[in-house]
């Protein structure tokens, strides 16, 4: 099993960047590929960014690819969201999750463990 914190959200202007971080407990984080989602009031969780176990293959949304990075250190069992040029439709309270399968997935409900989620809000 894996505690996941996440941190780092805040509010921004539009244009602004802020980066997550996602702190996992235990000692098998290298095991688990890693996914960042969000969720806008009066919407569904969705799917932003997610890296394989290893680091070496990256996904992302259509919405945020220019803009987002993902990354992880395994050494410090951290995964990272870099956010830039943020706009104010990216304002939603971000989730991090770890799941045990074998590839990457985009699927909220493939994800096993999950954080509390951190506000990110982003002004116009």
């Known amino acids: 099993q894996v505690q996941l914190v996440e941190s780092g959200g805040g509010l921004v202007q539009a244009g602004g960047s802020l980066r997550l971080s996602c702190a996992a407990s235990?000692?098998?984080?290298?095991?688990?590929?890693m996914g960042w989602f969000r969720q806008a009031p009066g919407k569904e969780r969705d799917f932003v960014a997610a890296?394989?176990?290893?680091?070496?293959?990256?996904s992302y949304a259509d919405s945020v690819k220019g803009r987002f990075t993902i990354s992880r250190d395994n050494a410090k069992n951290t995964v990272y969201l870099q956010m830039n040029s943020l706009k104010p439709e990216d304002t939603a309270v971000y989730y991090c999750?770890?799941?045990?399968?074998?590839?990457?997935?985009?699927?909220?409900?493939?994800?096993?463990?999950w954080g509390q989620g951190t506000q990110v809000t982003v002004s116009s």
């Open positions: 890296i394989h176990r290893s680091g070496g293959s990256t």
């Open positions: 235990g000692r098998t984080f290298s095991s688990y590929n």
């Open positions: 999750a770890a799941d045990r399968r074998g590839g990457i997935n985009i699927a909220y409900s493939a994800y096993d463990y």
